[in-house]
């Protein structure tokens, strides 16, 4: 597509604008998306009308956009993810019928862990997690246990963008990298109340081949629950159960 005057193209503006909505803003006006999406009020008027014809955006009466739903069919035809989750889907749910929490499967996405799916019941502990939302990575047991289990130059990589990270993931020693070496040697992560006071976090790897994490299984639990050490093999054996239905068996 061609250029802008400043410089960015149009397939660049029409990304900018799908990416300007999330969990926080799934619908806004045309002004606000304009502005989050860093693109003229005329274009982005233009832009909409166009990606609305063809069902990318939708418009509320009161005159707000959002995704459209074929966004949602392009994505849930074809994908990496989605083919990890269906493969997933069959171990997650053995997991849920034990946890009767939450259970959700995650991957490790640019800086960000990138929930794929997630299974809940009614009076499950409060969770900030959604599917196709996002989370910092050194905040939750996914984030961290898919950092753990990377190649050595993904983990170095994020902690020299993250200074504030070290801080978080070890405030007494500023020793990330030990803790991460922690989480390897006993194969699975577990934090209490990072991201909500009253839960525990606990989460495994799923490993591809090579030894390194392709996604991450997590279980979101009232804090304090006491036979929680007794939920891990239950998480190790969907993990490994997920990696042989993909192909990615460890060898």
Do not use: C
């Amino acid at each position: 597509m061609a250029n802008s005057r400043s410089g960015d193209s149009m397939l660049e503006r029409f990304v900018r604008i799908l990416d300007s909505f999330d969990a926080g803003r799934p619908s806004m006006s045309v002004a606000t998306l304009a502005r989050r999406a860093d693109v003229p009020l005329a274009t982005a008027y233009r832009l909409v009308d166009e990606m609305t014809r063809h069902e990318l955006l939708s418009k509320e009466p009161s005159g707000e956009v959002r995704l459209g739903l074929r966004l949602w069919e392009l994505a849930n035809r074809s994908s990496p993810a989605l083919d990890l989750r269906q493969a997933a889907m069959p171990f997650l749910e053995d997991i849920q019928s034990v946890v009767r929490q939450h259970t959700q499967l995650a991957i490790l996405k640019d800086d960000d862990v990138l929930v794929i799916e997630r299974l809940s019941r009614l009076g499950s502990v409060v969770n900030q997690a959604k599917v196709a939302g996002r989370m910092p990575v050194h905040r939750t047991a996914m984030g961290m246990v898919l950092l753990a289990f990377s190649p050595n130059y993904v983990q170095e990589s994020y902690l020299a963008r993250h200074p504030e990270a070290v801080a978080m993931v070890d405030p007494v020693t500023f020793d990330a990298r030990r803790q991460l070496a922690g989480i390897r040697n006993q194969g699975y992560a577990s934090f209490d109340g990072r991201v909500d006071t009253d839960t525990t976090g606990l989460a495994v790897p799923v490993l591809g081949r090579a030894g390194h994490a392709i996604a991450a299984i997590g279980v979101v639990l009232p804090l304090g629950l006491e036979n929680l050490q007794s939920i891990v093999p239950v998480l190790m054996a969907g993990a490994r159960g997920i990696s042989r239905t993909v192909g990615e068996l460890p060898q």
